[in-house]
């Protein structure tokens, strides 16, 4: 199975709040787990990525968690602020040949002043 | 990272007709990828731009709706060819840089088929 799951379609959080998103695959395949940041009106950016050798990686307030057994993986924004609402989409390739990004179907964060 | 600049931004086109999207990048890259985002909803991948050959499609993806070139490793066009309302989407080039798993996108080109 080549998808990538991602729940919840829309997250509404308070100024200070943790927001967390959630993704599930099914190929144990994949070996390469990027988020992504989006805009409205720009392209998506690379917010930070992980591997499945390591189970946590931190970037100042941005987390991703990653349970291998589970074939789950997480991101947390700690602290979240009102120029953190965008659209947020988890992805995964496998790094064969062909590095193709299969993408969640996205997670729009809005947080409340 | 790479900068990567796409033209047009944005244009209207009338159905039956087509639009070639150019994607330029400052810097050498080892692969060019196209994607399409339709409306409020997330990335699908068109096709792989292989230098000097022809593209690698995606399933429900055709060469003949969609063709792709890549003449050099820092510049491809995507032609979409016969438009209908359903091609409005935002169409969005990729790269790869080389030893890097990361892939960085371009602004993106929103296009409404009228």
């Known amino acids: 199975q080549q998808q990538v799951k991602q729940s919840p379609q829309s997250l509404i959080v308070q100024k200070g709040g943790i927001s967390i998103i959630n993704c599930a695959y099914e190929n144990t395949a994949f070996d390469y787990f990027p988020w992504y940041q989006q805009f409205p009106g720009k392209g998506p950016a690379l917010l930070i990525a992980i591997r499945p050798d390591v189970s946590e990686k931190k970037e100042g307030r941005f987390t991703i968690s990653f349970n291998k057994s589970a074939k789950q993986f997480s991101l947390h924004i700690m602290d979240s602020q009102p120029g953190d609402s965008a659209t947020y989409f988890c992805?995964?390739?496998?790094?064969?040949?062909?590095?193709?990004?299969?993408f969640g179907s996205g997670t729009r964060l809005l947080v409340r002043p | 990272s790479a900068v990567i600049s796409q033209k047009p931004s944005r244009d209207i086109c009338q159905r039956g007709t087509s639009l070639t999207i150019q994607c330029q990048v400052d810097s050498q890259v080892t692969m060019m990828f196209w994607y399409r985002q339709q409306p409020g909803q997330s990335l699908t991948l068109i096709a792989t731009a292989n230098q000097g050959s022809e593209a690698t499609y995606e399933s429900g993806f055709v060469i003949d709706k969609f063709p792709i070139s890549r003449p050099n490793l820092t510049f491809s066009t995507l032609t979409v060819s016969n438009m209908s309302p359903e091609d409005s989407s935002i169409y969005l080039c990729?790269?790869?840089?080389?030893?890097?798993?990361?892939?960085?996108f371009g602004p993106g080109t929103r296009l409404l088929v009228l």
């Open positions: 992805a995964a390739s496998i790094g064969d040949s062909s590095y193709k990004l299969i």
């Open positions: 990729s790269v790869r840089l080389a030893g890097r798993e990361t892939q960085y």
